[in-house]
């Protein structure tokens, strides 16, 4: 059974979910996010799917990979990756994915972002045309910190972005939450550059589910709800979004 939320309410156009737990809200997302996948299984026969990396995806991660899905037929994208990383390094996001969520499912196709080794305007073009030549049925996205989403940083971030993937800039904000994440020692390990998909590339999926649990995120949850929709905290374009929904548990939403 779908856990229920505590309260719900609607930011400007976003549906926001409070669940009472990290887990409850995990659980409940992953049921939405299941719910759109069948959907899509049922009118094409496939399904198309964004998901985000970090530890605040790990409930959700965890409870989507044991829905009974035919993942065979489900083409995985992610959001981002640092520049040059190699592909081993246990911060890769890819590696991530294989780890919490690839490992467990056996899905169609998983397009990782490859930065090690190439031309990064090289990947940025390859990664746009396979995203558009499988429209998006979910995003499923957190939001950082700082408010970013995927690594599309305030003052970096840009809500009518003509390019769907680019090079970025990381924000000495996104850094700290890495190593705070424990995915880098020190700050001085984070690379400075990444390649994100921006924000018109993200919110093109059909449905955008937010993730957004834990204490450290309730910064930027206020932010996103209660601030001016900005690019400066780019979470808050959620708000402009009817079809996305925001999933909270008390921790984050502790100052709404």
Known sequence: MT???ISETKWDDLLTSIYATNQALGAAAADEAAAIIQAAL????????IVATG???LTFLESLRVRPLDWSKVNVFHMDEYLGLEPTHSASFPAFLRRHFLSNITPKAFFPVLSHGRY???????YAAALRAHPIDLTALGIGENGHLAFNDPPFAEF?????????????????????EGHFKSLD?????????????????KRVLAIV????KADAVQCSLRGPISEDC??????????AHLFLDQDSAAKL
Not at 42 to 49: D, T
Not at 213 to 216: D, G, K, S, T, V
């Open 3 to 5: 856990p229920a939320p």
């Open 42 to 49: 049922a009118n094409r026969g496939e399904a198309n799917i």
């Open 55 to 57: 530890n605040s995806q």
């Open 120 to 126: 990064p305007e090289d990947v940025c073009h390859e």
């Open 160 to 180: 009518t972005d003509p390019a769907w993937v680019k090079v970025i800039r990381l924000a000495e904000a996104s850094r700290r939450q890495q190593v705070g």
């Open 189 to 205: 390990e984070v690379p400075t550059h990444a390649i994100t998909l921006t924000i018109p590339a993200l919110l093109s999926a």
């Open 213 to 216: 649990p834990e204490a450290r």
């Open 234 to 243: 780019p979470g808050s374009i959620l708000r402009q979004t009817p079809h």
